[in-house]
């Protein structure tokens, strides 16, 4: 889950450049062109990311709850079986 | 006596435990009435006991006392473990981390259900190797388990910590006995590993320090029997001195049980690795002590408990430890090849296993 929410903060890109000057040149007409725009969407985005994360992480942990009570209950009716079984063995004998 | 109702791998199945089930059922069935149900029956030839296909079990259970169910790390355990989670019964475990068999199964809901469900979600992302054998993920089995049987004292102190109040009965693992046979005055020391070859079983690491054995006996031989479909050794029969690589020698699978024990019969020593381990009981390692030849093993897990006069211990990858324990077990093989013989046959008699099944079984059913 640590990784799930990890993965869901989603970050911004650097431009790099081999190039003296080009990489800086990109970032600054990216800061005029879209940085406040995207960063916007990019919140919004984050939220929704944070939020889907922890509703599968809730549903999960239902799921997981449901599997175990499923497992508690079939392992009771195989206890009952065994003790009908054995009351007929008893009865028979 | 008990109807029984027996869930196991059988031959021509290539597992350990198929050909466990083969030659203890006759015991079993001295004092139980036993049904085998299996996938494919129609692949099981000259079985000794009625067999039916696995799903007839649901309809027509109430004509059995218990079910036993084997479980294991192979795929031949699944549909096994899908009758387990329907109907509950007694589970014969072989190994005590499941991790393996259940990264082929549901993995996602497995680790939910075993672990936290933080920590599973993580595990599942990270698909990291290291963890299958961190967590036993044995959790389930254990939780729809009406008793449990295992081999060795580690399995059962390691349920114990976990399930408490579930029943567990400790029987030694049932090894046949084998007829003393002649061993030729004058052969080369012959080495050996036995079964399929995995990565676990450290057999490249074996090859590597047999290599530095053989430069000072260049007389001595290296057997590997068993498939090696997983796991490939070319790499590291490369990587030794072309001499020693002609000491070398890949059996492959032994098709039948007569060719197996012809095998182990060639070899003086068996070296039967196993990192990590996953709380199993070697029966190799138990064959090979049946016919009298010693093992050398990793000192942690199940293999602690096997007594030093039959087996040679070494830290686990500790390779100039495990040359130092080649020269022992070379040096002492007759002391050796007795304490062994006689280590089965007081302590792995299939007889005494049937009835500690027995009386375990018919405790659980009358409870």
Known sequence: ?93 | MLKLAYFSPLPPERTGIARYSWEFLPFLAKSAEITLFHPAPQTITDAPYPIQHIDDYSPNRWEYDLPIYHMGNSRFHRDIYEMLKQHPGVVVLHDVVLHHFMAMEQYGRELGYAVDVPLGMDIRIRQDERDLNRFDLNRRVLDLALGVIVHSQYAADRIAQSHPELPVALVPMPILAVAQRETPAEHPLTFGCLGEVTPAKQIDLALRVFGRFHAQHPESRFHVVGDSAEFDLTPVLHSLPPATRANVYLHGYAATQAAFEAQIDALDVVINLRYPTVGETSAAALRALAHGKPVIVFDHGTYQALPDSVAIKVPPMDQPALLAAMQQAADGLPAYRNAARTFIETHHRPQKSAELYLTFLQQLFDS
Do not use: C
């Open chain 1, 1 to 93: 889950m640590s990784l799930l929410k990890e993965k869901a903060i989603i970050s911004d890109y650097e431009f790099k450049s081999g190039q003296p000057l080009i990489g800086r040149v990109r970032t600054m007409w990216n800061n005029v062109a879209a940085r406040w725009y995207v960063r916007w969407q990019f919140d919004q985005q984050i939220d929704f990311n944070l939020l889907a994360a922890q509703q599968i992480a809730d549903q999960y942990e239902q799921l997981v709850a449901q599997d175990r009570e499923i497992m508690a209950l079939t392992r009771t009716v195989a206890e009952l079986e065994r003790q009908m079984k054995q009351l007929k063995h008893s009865a028979e004998n």
